[in-house]
């Protein structure tokens, strides 16, 4: 498995995955968890979406395939859920 820096794994998770919003911008966190990486991706109104082609892209920068993914929301407005949050953690292991 190769250790990027945080900086570097945030910009290629930026660049991985903002091909799919035109301008909707969306939040990353990234951490070092033990021998591995914890990435989290919040967005207001919908998930970031993941594919294929973008989990392949993290599977060869990180040199594993052990890449897994969870999801939590929160709702916001009742009638226009402004100030939601949905959030997409991917967690990278060698």
């Known amino acids: 498995m190769n250790y990027p820096t945080l900086n570097e794994v945030e910009a290629l998770v930026r660049s991985a995955f903002e091909g799919d919003y035109d301008g909707d911008d969306f939040d990353i966190e990234v951490r070092r968890d033990g021998d591995g990486y914890v990435i989290e ?23 594993t395939m052990n890449v897994n993914d969870s999801r939590y929301h929160s709702n916001g407005c009742e ?9 997409v953690t991917l967690t990278v292991q060698p």
């Open 79 to 87: 009638t226009c859920d402004y100030g939601s949050s949905y959030k």
């Open 41 to 63: 991706m919040t967005k207001m109104y919908s998930y970031v979406r993941l594919n294929l082609s973008s989990l392949l892209t993290l599977a060869n920068f990180f040199g």
